[in-house]
Structure formats: structure tokens, C-alpha cells
């Protein structure tokens, strides 16, 4: 049995996304900028929220023993965003995936949080390669990704008609 993920930092709570997070996961995936930069995942209710999270990061749970997880304020529960290491079936490595509601961005909290993941998947995992890819218009994942010490590897497409996208590699 995997024991589920549990972080605090200093700001911070860090734990697996649950079936009851569909209303903030809802909100989370229809924002303008997720939509923008991630992609539509297809989730038009409450229901499509729960399905997303019980085929995406559960499954990853269930699988591997790491996935998204959901960050919240540590003093009163507040969600506010995604953070964690997944595993894409088109990529060799593992993958530190990000996004936070509009109004917790620019705070510092995607730095803690990613800061605590990375350092999570380096030492509990010995995960010692671990990428992040965006969309090169994506300029603050961009920085955010070098501030926490990751560097620009190359440009790449998924599909031959696909758009271009960074890659970003994190040696630990």
C-alpha cells in the first residue's frame, strides 16, 4: 500500500487530489491561462472534474505512488493550486507540472510548492532527472522554472504538426 502524499512547508499543505476537489479542480482547468498554456482537458462540470482526477492523478497514484497534487494555505485550507511529478506515456522522464488560480500567482507559492515536490521526488523517489515542458510564450513558468534551478535543454514537438514546445531539465 502506498502511503499518501503529506508535505507542509512553511506557507504551504501538499497532499493527493481527492474526488471531492472537482469544484476547485473545475475552476482550476477552465481558467483562461490553464486553458492557454496546458490545453482544454475537456471538462465542462463537476462531473468531468471528478473523472479528470480519478483517470489522471489517482490512477498516477495507484501506479507509480506519485501524481498532482493539490497546494492549499497551511492556516486555513485555502486551495490554491497543482504541484506535483507525473509520467506521460510520450516522454521519458518524469514531469513537474504546475498551475495556480489567478489570484494566488506571483506570491511565491508555486516556488515553495515546486520547491518541496522537487526536493520530495529527489530524495523519497531518487528521481535524479526530472524535465518540465511549456509552451515557449509561457514566460513566468519560464522564469519560475530557472529560478528553481532548472535549465533550457531544447524546443521539441509531440506531432509533426503540433506546436513547439521548451524543455527544461532539473539534474537535482
Known amino acids: 500500500m502506498i502511503k499518501p502524499l503529506a508535505?507542509?512547508?512553511?506557507?504551504?499543505?501538499?497532499?493527493?487530489?481527492?474526488?471531492?476537489?472537482?469544484?476547485?479542480?473545475?475552476?482550476?482547468?477552465?481558467?483562461?491561462?490553464?486553458?492557454?498554456?496546458?490545453?482544454?482537458?475537456?471538462v465542462s462540470n463537476l462531473e468531468d472534474a471528478k473523472t479528470y482526477?480519478?483517470?489522471?492523478?489517482?490512477?498516477?497514484?495507484?501506479?507509480?505512488?506519485f501524481g498532482l497534487n493539490?497546494?492549499?494555505?497551511?492556516?486555513?485550507?485555502?486551495?490554491?493550486?497543482?504541484?506535483?511529478?507525473?509520467?506521460?506515456?510520450?516522454?521519458?522522464?518524469?514531469?513537474?507540472?504546475?498551475?495556480?488560480?489567478?489570484e494566488f500567482r506571483r506570491q511565491g507559492y508555486a516556488f515553495e510548492a515546486a520547491t518541496a515536490v522537487l526536493e520530495y521526488g529527489r530524495i523519497?523517489?531518487?528521481?535524479?532527472?526530472?524535465i518540465a515542458i511549456l509552451t515557449p510564450d509561457n514566460v513566468a513558468s519560464g522564469k519560475l522554472l530557472c529560478k528553481l534551478g532548472f535549465e533550457f535543454e531544447n524546443s521539441?514537438?509531440?506531432e509533426p504538426n503540433s506546436n513547439k514546445l521548451d524543455l527544461y531539465v532539473f539534474n537535482g
Not at 489517482?58 to 507509480?64: A, G, I, P
Not at 523519497?124 to 526530472?130: A, V, Y
Request: negative net charge; proline residues 4%.
Open 53 to 65: 482526477i480519478e483517470t489522471g492523478s489517482l490512477e498516477m497514484y495507484r501506479n507509480l505512488g
Open 156 to 158: 521539441f514537438q509531440k
Open 124 to 130: 523519497k523517489l531518487r528521481i535524479s532527472r526530472i
Open 70 to 102: 493539490h497546494v492549499s494555505l497551511k492556516e486555513d485550507g485555502t486551495p490554491l493550486g497543482i504541484c506535483g511529478l507525473l509520467k506521460r506515456e510520450t516522454l521519458d522522464d518524469v514531469e513537474l507540472g504546475f498551475a495556480f488560480l489567478p
Open 7 to 42: 508535505i507542509e512547508t512553511r506557507h504551504l499543505k501538499i497532499r493527493w487530489l481527492e474526488p471531492d476537489d472537482a469544484a476547485f479542480i473545475y475552476t482550476l482547468v477552465t481558467d483562461p491561462a490553464w486553458i492557454r498554456y496546458i490545453g482544454d482537458k475537456n
